[in-house]
């Protein structure tokens, strides 16, 4: 079956580096994601990686995936305060002729100030 | 262009009641796929529509349906309401040519049952 796992929590100091890790379980995967849910919010969309990478940079944000290992991290440059949330690691999956998203449960990151 | 908005925002209701939750997609998406998020986890996928035709669910009983309708806005409803129904309840636009799939989420309908 479809499972996505991470670790539950994270604290880093602001100006640190944050490293999120997250494991799937579809190798038919073609899309990974990762989304952040700020308090009383809903989720957004902060990157995505096609499975034919291994690496993508997007500002702050580095997105690594090794295939093989189905393991997927999220490394946060220079890490803010403002950047204290929930994220969501979510690998795209067929249900019938829809493409759902099934997501882990998430790791709180707290930034210390 | 607006995005995905969602009402109520929060909602009580009694075990046993049913309920109806809207959302209006962001304009230019024609797919709908809502999301349940108990406390502490992470979101579980209910069903998607597109054209107004449910064409994916995921492991939810029959008592979660839904509609959508011809301006791509959609209502989720749910009969028979247990406590476990207590959840966010997530709706996602998204444009079913995209790639990657990418879906704009509302902020949600908090449901507490009590």
């Known amino acids: ?113 | 262009e607006t995005g995905v908005t969602q009402s109520p925002t929060h909602l009580i209701k009694t075990r046993g009641q049913q309920v109806t939750l809207r959302c209006s997609s962001q304009s230019g998406h024609n797919t709908v796929s809502w999301y349940q998020q108990a406390l502490g986890q992470g979101p579980q996928f209910i069903f998607q529509y597109y054209r107004e035709e449910e064409n994916g669910r995921g492991n939810f009983p029959p008592r979660f349906s839904g509609l959508q309708f011809p301006n791509y806005s959609s209502e989720l409803n749910v009969n028979a309401l247990e406590l476990d129904d207590s959840a966010l309840y997530l709706c996602a636009s998204s444009l079913i040519s995209d790639r990657p799939y990418g879906y704009t989420f509302g902020s949600g309908t908090r449901l507490t049952v009590v």
């Not at chain 1, 093989?68 to 403002?82: P, Y």
């Not at chain 1, 829809?98 to 990151?109: C, E, I, K, M």
Request: hydrophobic share 30%; charged share 20%.
């Open chain 1, 1 to 113: 079956g479809e499972d996505v796992e991470q670790s539950l929590f994270l604290s880093v100091r602001e100006g640190d580096s944050s490293v999120i890790n997250c494991t799937y379980t579809d190798s038919s995967s073609t899309y990974l994601y990762w989304y952040k849910q700020e308090p009383g919010a809903g989720l957004q969309l902060l990157t995505y990686i096609f499975s034919n990478m291994d690496m993508k940079q997007d500002q702050r944000l580095t997105v690594l995936l090794n295939k093989k290992d189905k393991h997927l991290s999220l490394r946060i440059a220079d890490t803010q305060t403002g950047d204290s949330a929930i994220y969501f690691c979510a690998e795209s999956t067929s249900s019938g002729s829809a493409r759902q998203l099934t997501f882990g449960s998430g790791t709180q990151l707290t930034v210390l100030p």
